[in-house]
C-alpha cells in the first residue's frame, strides 16, 4: 500500500508513461470514471494527511463502490507496484548509481515503507535525503525512481 499510495500521487504528475507500466494503467482508471469519480479518488489520492493504513481502507472503500472494470484495473495496479516494491533492492544494488545516489535509494525505500509516516511527513524526510545529494545523484535518483516505477 506505501509503494501504490506514492505511485499514485507521482503518477498523476506524469504525463509520459511507457508500455503496460503503472502510469498506464492508473491512467485508463482514470479514463473510465467519471467526474465524480475522478474528484473522489483525487482527494484520497492527494490527502496528506492520511497514514498509509487510513490510505489503504479509503482506498479499498472507493473502490468497493466503482463498477467491476475498474476495480479490477486498480487490482492489477496494486499487484504491479507491490512487485516493483519486492523487487526495489535488488534493482539498487545492481544499478550503476553512486553509492550516495543508492544511500538515498535506501532511504526512500525506508521512509516509503512505514506505515504510520502521511503523505506529507514522508515527503519532508524525501525532500531531506534528496537535498543532501549532489546535483548529478539527485538526477540519478529521480531517474531511477521514475524509471523503476514507470
Do not use: H
Given at each position: 500500500?506505501?509503494?501504490?499510495?506514492?505511485?499514485?500521487?507521482?503518477?498523476v504528475?506524469?504525463?509520459?508513461?511507457?508500455?503496460?507500466?503503472?502510469?498506464?494503467?492508473?491512467?485508463?482508471?482514470?479514463?473510465?470514471?467519471?467526474?465524480?469519480?475522478?474528484?473522489?479518488?483525487?482527494?484520497?489520492?492527494?490527502?496528506?494527511?492520511?497514514?498509509?493504513?487510513?490510505?489503504?481502507?479509503?482506498?479499498?472503500?472507493?473502490?468497493?463502490?466503482?463498477?467491476?472494470?475498474?476495480?479490477?484495473?486498480?487490482?492489477?495496479?496494486?499487484?504491479?507496484?507491490?512487485?516493483?516494491?519486492?523487487?526495489?533492492?535488488?534493482?539498487?544494488?545492481?544499478?550503476?548509481?553512486?553509492?550516495?545516489?543508492?544511500?538515498a535509494?535506501?532511504?526512500?525505500?525506508?521512509?516509503?515503507?512505514?506505515?504510520?509516516?502521511?503523505?506529507?511527513?514522508?515527503?519532508?524526510?524525501?525532500?531531506?535525503?534528496?537535498?543532501?545529494?549532489?546535483?548529478?545523484?539527485?538526477?540519478?535518483?529521480?531517474?531511477?525512481?521514475?524509471?523503476?516505477?514507470?
Amino acid at each position: 500500500m506505501v509503494l501504490l499510495r506514492t505511485t499514485l500521487s507521482v503518477t498523476v504528475c506524469l504525463s509520459i508513461v511507457n508500455g503496460m507500466g503503472l502510469g498506464r494503467i492508473y491512467l485508463r482508471v482514470l479514463s473510465k470514471l467519471d467526474d465524480q469519480g475522478r474528484n473522489d479518488l483525487r482527494s484520497i489520492v492527494f490527502n496528506p494527511r492520511l497514514s498509509i493504513a487510513e490510505f489503504g481502507n479509503a482506498l479499498r472503500k472507493w473502490a468497493a463502490n466503482q463498477p467491476r472494470d475498474i476495480a479490477e484495473l486498480l487490482e492489477l495496479f496494486s499487484k504491479v507496484a507491490e512487485q516493483r516494491a519486492a523487487n526495489i533492492s535488488q534493482a539498487i544494488e545492481e544499478s550503476d548509481l553512486s553509492d550516495a545516489a543508492k544511500d538515498a535509494l535506501y532511504d526512500i525505500d525506508r521512509i516509503f515503507g512505514s506505515s504510520d509516516g502521511t503523505l506529507m511527513e514522508n515527503d519532508k524526510m524525501m525532500n531531506i535525503v534528496m537535498g543532501r545529494l549532489s546535483r548529478e545523484d539527485y538526477i540519478a535518483v529521480s531517474q531511477f525512481l521514475t524509471s523503476f516505477l514507470f
